[in-house]
Each structure stands twice: as structure tokens, then as C-alpha cells.
């Protein structure tokens, strides 16, 4: 389960921003995009299976907040949302592979006790 793997990074990259701080993290804000192969509810459980083993994080959570594909197009120079693995321009019809969002796996902010 490369999930767990993943949270033990998340927690690694905090621990090393937030030296002095961590123990105050309470919320974690995840964005993971769609193309990221990480599911939010694989993530959830990682999560709490990595708090079994660390229990100084036991009151800290995770939100995962998912965000779609966008795909660009050349021609129209627009951005369209891709649905159903459709990369597919809305306005001209023509197939873009040029992803600008959908493989992002972040930490987007973390939030501390007060
Ligand atoms: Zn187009």
C-alpha cells in the first residue's frame, strides 16, 4: 500500500518545515489530483494506520481535497475539465494531451492549534 508510504513523507516533510511547531499541527490539507493515482479514501486509512504507530500525531487530521483534470488547448487556448478520462477540447473538439492540472499531489496548508 504505497499510501502509507506516502503519509509517513507527508509527516517527514512537516517534521522537517516545522521543527519546533509539529506537535501543534491540528489539520493537514491535502489537494491530490485526479491523475495522481491517490485515492482520498486509500489516503484516510493510511492516515489513521499511520497514527496507530505515532501517537504524538493522534490529534492531528487529514482533509483530502480532490481536484479535477484540466486539460489546454492550443487552439483555443482555453481550459477544459476532462470527464470520464475524456481529453478532449470542449470548444473545438480536438484531443489535448497538455495537462495542467489533475497530477498534483500537495501539501496545500496546515493549520495549528491555537
Ligand atoms: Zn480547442
Known amino acids: 500500500m504505497h499510501e502509507i ?53 493522534r490529534k492531528t487530521k487529514l482533509k483530502v481535497e480532490v481536484l479535477p483534470i484540466l486539460i489546454h488547448c492550443s ?3 482555453k481550459n477544459t475539465a476532462v470527464e470520464q478520462y475524456r481529453f478532449v477540447c470542449t470548444f473545438c473538439g480536438k484531443p489535448s494531451k497538455e495537462v495542467i492540472q489533475g497530477e498534483e499531489l500537495l501539501i496545500k496548508k496546515v493549520e495549528f492549534e491555537d
Open 75 to 77: 487552439d483555443c487556448d
Open 5 to 57: 508510504s506516502l503519509v509517513r513523507n507527508i509527516f517527514r516533510t512537516l517534521e522537517e518545515e516545522f521543527p519546533y511547531d509539529f506537535g501543534q499541527i491540528r489539520d493537514i490539507y491535502l489537494t491530490v489530483g485526479l491523475l495522481s493515482n491517490v485515492q482520498p479514501i486509500a489516503m484516510e486509512n493510511a492516515f489513521q494506520a499511520v497514527l496507530e504507530d505515532e501517537p504524538r500525531y
